[in-house]
């Protein structure tokens, strides 16, 4: 009895064999993130196929191609697999990136932040360039709109956001309703219609000269804690004062809150915008946003009206051309600014100084661009009932 021919797979059953071939790097399969691009099937059973990675020397490409061929190998009727390879465009780049932070979102562990509010991480590429100011006149500044914001301290070792938003009390936990374990509290302060909610290890220890000697794991527990553990309540904003650089913090939120948007805080020194590079290369990596870059410590003027560029000139320009992201702002050097900072009144909140202006302005460029939550139940009761209203079955 003569032996069974075996038929070659299909392009269609070779498709459905890649989709187990994981991208370690982007989360998702290369099918649904259009990296196979076409197949071709002999009648021998050779198969070719054509991979794009998103760039030409992608350090996973021995993985991927030990990955399709293990897969394929495993059909009685393919011979041989031969993959071509190719790079991906700028717009390709683009979708397969969306793709990847979508499919993140998608698996991420639940927090007890709300999914309407919107996550601004402040983060910058050394210390030293003023992000916890940045931060706390963004916080008053969105508040003062009438909003609830949070603010999370995620700047462990080198906390000063109790300083400067003026609040000193110590964190406590309680019992909430409809949860089984107690939950930390956030410390609050109105500002005018709004409220701020802020958590701090600042609030925990005895005095702000406390050290705190953590290692990295310990930190990254504790922005966990934070994430998790915290009656946030209705917030529409949570701003998150980053550690400089790009640590295990950073990961961590990366993990934790993968709908993240990134505010990248520079100064001018091009040396500067050169480190800041790194928190960019480190969001696009975890498929973060930049939301925009802000120039700080741009420049100083004198009581004569002569401007000074202390600091150099260019480097937020530069950075937010690189990385493709807007430049929401530079702002001044001011004594006002560190005096705020010094006495918990941030100058964004009742100052009338070019400092504060500018991050009211940056304060409203982030309103404007914040998409509302869409309540869906609603959207279709009012959907339907149009259709009613067009159908003559209810009363207009």
Same mark, same amino acid.
């Given at each position: 009895?003569?032996?069974?021919?075996?038929?070659?797979?299909?392009?269609?059953? =070779?498709?459905?064999?890649?989709?187990?071939?994981?991208?370690?790097?982007?989360?998702?399969?290369?099918?649904?993130?259009?990296?196979?691009? /076409?197949?071709?099937?002999?009648?021998?059973?050779?198969?070719?196929?054509?991979?794009? %990675? !998103?760039?030409?020397?992608?350090?996973?490409?021995?993985?991927?191609?030990?990955?399709?061929?293990?897969?394929?190998?495993? *059909?009685?009727?393919?011979?041989?697999?031969?993959?071509?390879?190719?790079?991906?465009?700028?717009?390709?780049?683009?979708?397969?990136? @969306?793709?990847?932070?979508?499919?993140?979102?998608?698996?991420?562990?639940?927090?007890?932040?709300?999914?309407?509010?919107?996550?601004?991480?402040?983060?910058?590429?050394?210390?030293?360039?003023?992000?916890?100011?940045?931060?706390?006149?963004?916080?008053?500044?969105?508040?003062? *709109?009438?909003?609830?914001?949070?603010?999370?301290?995620?700047?462990?070792?080198?906390?000063?956001?109790?300083?400067?938003?003026?609040?000193?009390?110590?964190?406590?936990?309680?019992?909430?309703?409809?949860?089984?374990?107690?939950?930390?509290?956030?410390?609050?302060?109105?500002?005018?219609?709004?409220?701020?909610? =802020?958590?701090?290890?600042?609030?925990?220890?005895?005095?702000?000269?406390?050290?705190?000697?953590?290692?990295?794991?310990?930190?990254?527990?504790?922005?966990?804690?934070? %994430?998790?553990? =915290?009656?946030?309540?209705?917030?529409?904003?949570?701003? #998150?004062?980053?550690?400089?650089? !790009?640590?295990?913090?950073?990961?961590?939120?990366?993990?934790?809150?993968?709908? @993240?948007?990134?505010?990248?805080?520079?100064?001018?020194?091009?040396?500067?915008?050169?480190?800041?590079?790194?928190?960019? /290369?480190?969001?696009?990596?975890?498929?973060?946003?930049?939301?925009?870059?802000?120039?700080?410590?741009?420049?100083? @003027?004198?009581?004569?009206?002569?401007?000074?560029?202390?600091?150099?000139?260019?480097?937020?320009?530069?950075?937010?051309?690189?990385?493709?992201?807007?430049?929401?702002?530079?702002?001044?050097?001011?004594?006002?600014?560190?005096?705020?900072?010094? @006495?918990?009144?941030?100058?964004?909140?009742?100052?009338?100084?070019?400092?504060?202006? =500018?991050?009211?302005? #940056?304060?409203?460029?982030?309103?404007?661009?914040?998409?509302?939550?869409?309540?869906?139940?609603?959207?279709?009761?009012?959907?339907?009932?149009?259709?009613?209203?067009?159908?003559?079955?209810?009363?207009?």
């Amino acid at each position: 009895m003569p032996d069974r021919v075996i038929s070659p797979p299909s392009a269609d059953e =070779v498709r459905n064999l890649l989709r187990a071939v994981i991208d370690p790097e982007l989360g998702a399969n290369i099918v649904d993130l259009a990296m196979a691009t /076409d197949v071709e099937v002999s009648p021998e059973g050779v198969i070719t196929i054509g991979v794009k %990675l !998103t760039i030409k020397g992608c350090p996973l490409r021995a993985q991927i191609k030990n990955d399709i061929e293990s897969r394929l190998e495993t *059909h009685p009727g393919v011979s041989k697999v031969k993959i071509t390879w190719g790079e991906m465009t700028a717009d390709e780049r683009s979708e397969v990136m @969306t793709k990847a932070r979508w499919n993140a979102r998608e698996n991420a562990s639940d927090t007890a932040v709300p999914n309407s509010a919107r996550v601004l991480a402040i983060a910058s590429g050394k210390g030293g360039v003023g992000k916890s100011s940045v931060t706390a006149n963004l916080a008053v500044a969105l508040a003062a *709109h009438g909003h609830v914001v949070g603010v999370l301290d995620a700047d462990i070792w080198g906390f000063s956001i109790p300083r400067m938003l003026g609040m000193s009390d110590r964190l406590e936990a309680r019992r909430v309703d409809g949860v089984e374990k107690p939950r930390i509290i956030p410390n609050e302060r109105k500002v005018g219609t709004g409220l701020l909610k =802020v958590v701090s290890t600042g609030m925990l220890v005895e005095d702000e000269g406390t050290a705190l000697m953590w290692r990295g794991l310990m930190l990254t527990k504790a922005v966990e804690q934070f %994430l998790n553990d =915290v009656h946030w309540g209705d917030l529409d904003y949570l701003l #998150i004062d980053m550690p400089p650089g !790009t640590g295990d913090v950073q990961m961590g939120l990366a993990r934790m809150l993968p709908r @993240t948007d990134l505010i990248i805080v520079t100064t001018p020194a091009v040396s500067a915008q050169k480190v800041a590079i790194r928190a960019a /290369d480190m969001a696009r990596r975890s498929f973060l946003r930049v939301a925009g870059v802000i120039e700080n410590m741009s420049h100083f @003027t004198c009581e004569h009206g002569t401007t000074y560029p202390l600091f150099g000139q260019g480097g937020g320009t530069t950075l937010a051309n690189e990385i493709g992201a807007e430049l929401l702002g530079q702002v001044p050097i001011e004594n006002a600014v560190a005096h705020g900072s010094d @006495t918990g009144e941030p100058v964004a909140l009742s100052g009338s100084s070019a400092a504060a202006d =500018v991050f009211r302005s #940056i304060a409203k460029k982030i309103i404007a661009a914040t998409v509302p939550v869409t309540d869906m139940a609603g959207c279709s009761a009012r959907l339907l009932e149009s259709v009613e209203v067009a159908l003559g079955k209810k009363p207009a």
